[in-house]
Nanobody, 125 residues
């Protein structure tokens, strides 16, 4: 089972960006999925997560609430991080991570079992 991320890059402050985490080899809706980021010189932090299964519940970190959201497309076997009104503080390497069979998605922030390769997101003029 692999997680393949896409959608990173250089954006200007105030713009929007959508990051994708594609599952290969298994079905993502069996997993709780989280998006994490690691700003330069800082530790990795959980940003948003979505639980497994058909009844979708999500969590978004307070510091990005109202600007970031998370969603899953079961037909595409992908989880997305929707970023809007980005600022230079959103710069960092973004990762998706999963934990199997977990209804409380916030557990993935502590116990992710598998990770994507990481994406650089740079917010700059």
């Amino acid at each position: 089972f692999q997680l393949v991320e896409s959608g990173g890059g250089l954006v200007q402050p105030g713009e929007s960006l959508k990051l994708s985490c594609q599952g290969a080899g298994d079905t993502l809706d069996y997993y709780a999925t989280g998006w994490f980021r690691q700003p330069p010189g800082k530790e990795r932090e959980g940003v948003a997560c979505i639980n497994k299964g058909y009844v979708t519940r999500t969590y978004v970190r307070d510091s990005v609430k109202g600007r970031f959201s998370i969603s899953r497309d079961d037909a595409k076997n992908a989880v997305y991080l929707h970023m809007s009104m980005v600022t230079p503080d959103d710069t960092g390497v973004y990762y998706c991570g999963v934990i199997y069979d977990q209804m409380d998605c916030t557990v993935v922030f502590q116990e992710a079992e598998q990770w994507g390769q990481g994406l650089q997101v740079t917010v700059s003029t």
